[in-house]
Nanobody, 124 residues
Framework: QVQLVESGGGLVQTGDSLRLSCTAS????????MGWFRQVPGKERAFVAA????????WYVDSVKGRFTISGDNARNTVYLQMNSLKPEDTAVYYC?????????????????WGQGTQVTVSS
């Protein structure tokens, strides 16, 4: 089992920055990919970014490329999502996820472990 705890959400204005953190505990040695998803009311959870754990591979949804950066700190079992130039359409609950299987990073069904979510609100 892997437990994930997110932090760093909040209320910001358009153009501001936030950094989300997700710390993993438990049986983390087999983690293969860690990802960030977001969800707004009435819509399905959507892929934002992912990172191959222990490597350098990263992936992003087109709408955040150039604004968001995902990174990982293996020693701290923590993944970060640096969000710059935030827009109102980035408003959502952001979830951290982890998978220990070689699977498609953008599919939420690939992930077995999820955090509780952290709210990000961007005002215009």
């Amino acid at each position: 089992q892997v437990q994930l705890v997110e932090s760093g959400g909040g209320l910001v204005q358009t153009g501001d920055s936030l950094r989300l953190s997700c710390t993993a505990s438990g049986r983390t040695s087999s983690t293969y990919i860690m990802g960030w998803f977001r969800q707004v009311p009435g819509k399905e959870r959507a892929f934002v970014a992912a990172i191959g754990w222990g490597g350098t591979a990263t992936w992003y949804v087109d709408s955040v490329k150039g604004r968001f950066t995902i990174s990982g700190d293996n020693a701290r079992n923590t993944v970060y999502l640096q969000m710059n130039s935030l827009k109102p359409e980035d408003t959502a609950v952001y979830y951290c996820a982890a998978t220990q299987k070689r699977s498609y990073y953008a599919n939420q069904n690939s992930y077995a472990y999820w955090g509780q979510g952290t709210q990000v609100t961007v005002s215009s």
